[in-house]
């Protein structure tokens, strides 16, 4: 989960963090190349068929950053 640092704090502090599972991978701003570290493995791991169908549905430039949701209605 990528959260922001306040809240990400929150979660390694008494009495929440003991409710957190120990399985629970929490980034933040403070950890962000350890997500992209994260993202990539995942993609890395990523099977070809399944690249495929990234790219069936997404498109060619997938990889490509969006900023539609920054834009008005």
């Not at 990528?2 to 403070?30: N, T």
């Not at 570290?37 to 495929?52: M, Q, V, Y």
């Not at 990234?54 to 834009?71: A, F, H, R």
Request: charged residues 30%.
């Amino acid at each position: 989960m990528f959260i922001d640092r306040p809240c990400a704090e929150m979660l390694k502090k008494q009495p929440v963090s003991h409710k957190v599972p120990e399985s629970a991978r929490v980034y933040s701003m403070q950890s962000k190349d350890e997500f992209l570290l994260f993202l990539k493995g995942i993609e890395s791991a990523a099977p070809p068929e399944h690249l495929a169908k990234v790219i069936e549905v997404y498109g060619d430039d997938w990889l490509k950053p969006s900023n539609d949701l920054l834009k008005p209605f």
